[in-house]
Nanobody, 121 residues
Framework: VQLQASGGGLVQAGGSLRLSCAASGRAFSSYAMGWFRQAPGKEREFVASISWRGGTTYYADSVKGRFTISRDNAKNTVYLQMNSLKPEDTAVYSC???????????????WGQGTLVTVSS
């Protein structure tokens, strides 16, 4: 399984970005997917997760109401729509595949390379 995130960039506070994560290999639709981020000097933290069919989502409190995770199983892609961005959202964002079907903040076994999001004040 290979995961490749894209869509990062520089945006002003209050702006929006949409991240994409393309997955290779089979059985993409059989697993939950998640987004994580790591800011400079900080540990990686959970951002959002979506269940295998997309019916259930789970968000970190810090992004709830501003970020939306979605997936297109026909395209083997998961998305993260980020609105009302804040400087504290600045981080490298990575996608990951869960070990099971359900949206979850933990239990991931495949990770992709990240994409940098920088939010200026």
């Amino acid at each position: 399984v290979q995961l490749q995130a894209s869509g990062g960039g520089l945006v002003q506070a209050g702006g929006s970005l949409r991240l994409s994560c393309a997955a290779s290999g089979r059985a993409f639709s059989s697993y939950a997917m998640g987004w994580f981020r790591q800011a400079p000097g900080k540990e990686r933290e959970f951002v959002a997760s979506i269940s295998w069919r997309g019916g259930t989502t789970y968000y970190a409190d810090s992004v709830k109401g501003r970020f939306t995770i979605s997936r297109d199983n026909a395209k083997n892609t998961v998305y993260l729509q980020m609105n009302s961005l804040k400087p504290e959202d600045t981080a490298v964002y990575s996608c990951a595949r869960a070990v099971g079907l359900s949206a979850t903040p933990s239990g991931y076994n495949y990770w992709g390379q990240g994409t940098l999001v920088t939010v200026s004040s």
